[in-house]
């Protein structure tokens, strides 16, 4: 602190090297040990001064303040040339020997990953809050990598962030002084901006078909969620039918034989979001439909009943009306089936048949005839 007497001692800050004609200053705060510099009204007058009521003494320049943090009372008089001395003045005299306190607040607040990284979303902005209830703030100072913002007089500095690619690691600081120079500790964390959104799909398990109509899916399909965050993590993802959310055990079935729409929305820790594009799907429960005609090579009507002499030859055909048709099968015995390939040529009297469509719906038809 500086201080100067003109028609009566005068008391000013350190940091204000000029002399003024004020009236000391009814509160005085500085920190410990600091001058006083005290100057009397003209070159035959001298300044006393003292501390907490003490005895008056001769002050040669400036006075010391006391060296412990706390509260004093600083008396001031002049004395001139003739011995004669003014009026005391009194001044509430504060020592602050403390730093102010100083937080790093982050909005959002990071995320930790398993590997004790901290993650913050590209669009975040950390505050520095700093205070001191003594001597007021000087300046705060916040830093992150290259960018530093400083406030004067205030208790906040801010910086809003706004990147469009990942960062790391990225190291954000602060710093704060009292208007009377205590420092408080440096702060530093170190983070990693998080700007890629999580990735995601729907993946089809079990049968389905590509057709003219679309997508066609099987009773026993099932929709499964394939997602995955390589920075910050996945918080949720989230399944939705027909535009409704719903549990992710809902993929697995039963379906009603209709059209269904699916989406998804995946989230990773940091707020980032990838909505999966709705896609609809038809299910097929219902089998194909099998028929099948014989054909003897020696046939003849009796009664009204029509008769074939062995060998006959059969035609069969399947048809499905949403997956199509993957298979026509036949067997004599019910066991090994082959592919049907135009006609069927059989001796007996009958015939196995096992028609599949392309989703895994199946008919079975026993084709019998008399011999």
Known sequence: MWASCLLKPSILPAAVPTTVDVIVPEV???WPQA????????????????VNGGVMRPVS??????GASGDYWLSVASRDGAGNISDVMWSFLRVDGEPPSLGLVFEPEPVTDEQGRDWIPPDGRVIAEASDAVAGIGTVSLGAGDVVETAQGEGKAVLSFSWSEDVAPLSVWSEASDVVGNEAD???REIRVDARPPTGEIVIEGPRARTDSGLVLGPDARLKGRVADQESGLRDWTALLDGVEVPASTGNGPWDERTYSAAASVVDRVGNTTRVAPFEFKVDRTPPQVSWRVQGMRSFTRDGVEYHRSPVRLEALATDTLA????????RDGEQFL????????DGDTLYLRATDAVGNRHDETARWRT
């Open 28 to 30: 005085i705060i500085v």
């Open 339 to 346: 592919v049907v390939d135009g006609e069927v040529v059989s």
């Open 324 to 331: 199509g048709i993957s298979r026509l099968e036949w067997s």
């Open 186 to 188: 440096r702060l530093a």
């Open 35 to 50: 001058k006083i510099y005290l100057t009397a009204p003209d070159g035959d007058s001298s300044v006393e001064a003292a």
């Open 61 to 66: 320049g400036f006075l010391t303040a006391p």
